[in-house]
């Protein structure tokens, strides 16, 4: 065994540099690394997507396929003029979206707050509080609804106890508390995601901008307002963001704990969409629907980082 | 004294409040799965099983159909996971080891995938796998599963690689390694633990997935453990003590697979979101 010559060497370390010099030598590896994923994520991601655009302007019945057919935008237009659950289903929607994503927003970092503090079996005690990200909605559903039952739950049995109400009620199904016990079973579930996220951003804070605070007086409150908060400002806009969108979307807790009842109080816009999917009616009519739910997203999505600037004041500061 | 105060109300009574209501549905569950039918109805509620019960997980397990539902999550989340961690190492290699043309547009349609909604997915997916032939197959799952992970798993992927350094792989290949010895020799060891987080990570949301998992099987033989646990909870008289034990079933694997990977996840999802 020789040890490689100096123009080996030379050679391995041209290989190694990537990018070629000259143009017509182009280096093909990293286009053939990424080349799988690429495929796979235009072909099951992209490409879905675009044929919910173009299915949108056709009836697309599997039951009824003499009907089928281009019609324009028909689809577009019964939605907005005919369907009587579109805008009751938007604004549960809304009354979802905020409640969920305010809610865990202000748990989550209460809970980051609380963990990012000293003391023992810290760790143990992190590994509890995000142990329900880790839980699917159906389990959620699952466990929370055997909570909720109106014969068996436990739920009844300790308000009972404390006296706060007479008689078993069935939460789930009255009009008035299913969507409070719905929006509960998701936080469950939901502030973890926030707790995690906020936490890794807390630790990044340099220690010694607290220190600096302290040393200039500030109280427990100054500081979070005016340190904590700010340097959190990215992180929390994205995780809004980012959550916003999951929750719009989300159906899994909805569809197994209510199914969108009682009298359509928990149907959201995409639970509307998915029961229409699920029991396979007119895919045409369901895919002009997803793309009203896509534009509202966007609109939502360009608007909120222009109205909350986001990365722009990073740059400034 | 007044510190002491402080010490409860700033940390062990919030910190008590978050435990309870964290561990209580787990707790609950657990409690109704270990009770026989007659105990879970009666009043006044049993909060320790009188006549603790192992019945409700053989009817779970044997006749209710969350052996064939086990299997099946476990068939479509480990070939998942595999086919994941080869395509994410390969592209995350790519991303972090060369420059080449076109890799800023590879970055942003990465970053645009996490901003399209899900559930947008299912009409479409459903009538692509149904002209394939594959409603009811658990390709149509794992492929759709690795289409929704790797944007994920692929940057999650690039950063651990970039955390090892290129010198030590420049050092191998000037030692007579070719680049691919390299990887299997210097890279690839390092990479042990970030591998083991993607995959858990994977691993958990192909175990959680129900919306699509619904749409795309239609066949009980087929249901993976969220769609088999809904399917059991619309039954016109539910068993709950089974419900509890197979929910019980589809908990432990989760639960344990998280314990094993948390150390991960603040520094990796949240530098994930972070971005």
Redesign the interface.
Known sequence: MSAPSNVDIARRMQEYEAPKKKRNKINWVPYLMIAPSVFIVVAFLFYPIGTVFYYSLFNYDLSAPYYNGFVGLENFKEVFTADKMFLPSLLVTLKWVVTQVGLQLVFGMAVALLLNQAFKFRGIFRAAAFIPWAISGVLASVMWSLMYNEHMGVINDLLMRIGLISESKAWLSDVSTAFGSVVIAELWRGIPFFAITLLAALQSIPNEMYEAAKVDGAGRRKTFFYITLPQLKNTIILTVLLRTIWEFNNVDLIFNLTGGGPAESTTTLTMYIASLAVHGSNFGYGSALTVISFCILLIFAVVFLKVTKYEKEEAER | MNRTMDRWL??RL??AV??V??????Y??IN?AFKMDGD??K???EYIPTAPTIDNFVIAWSNVGFATYFKNSLIVGVSTVALVLV??I??G???S???????RA?MV??LC????????????????FKNLGLISSPLSLI??Y???E??FT?VLMSGFISNVPKEL??AA????C??IQSLRHVVFPLLVPGIVATGVFTL?YT?????LA??LTNQQSKFT???G??YM??EFNVN?GA??A??VI??VP??L???YA?KH???G???A???
């Open positions: 700033t940390l919030p910190l978050m435990l209501f964290t561990m209580f549905p787990f609950w569950t109704t879970i109805v009043r006044p509620v395509l994410s390969l592209s290699y790519a991303l080891r060369y420059k080449f043309k076109g890799k590879f349609m990465l995938t996490q901003f399209i909604p899900r559930a947008m997915l299912i009409i479409p997916l459903f009538l692509i492929i759709t690795a289409a929704v790797i944007p692929t792989e420049e290949m000037i030692d007579g070719n680049r958990i175990w959680n997935e129900f919306l619904l749409m453990l969220p769609v646990l809904s909870m619309g709950y419900l509890a197979g929910s589809a908990l989760a639960v697979l998280f314990i948390q996840l603040v520094s999802l949240g530098g979101v972070k971005g």
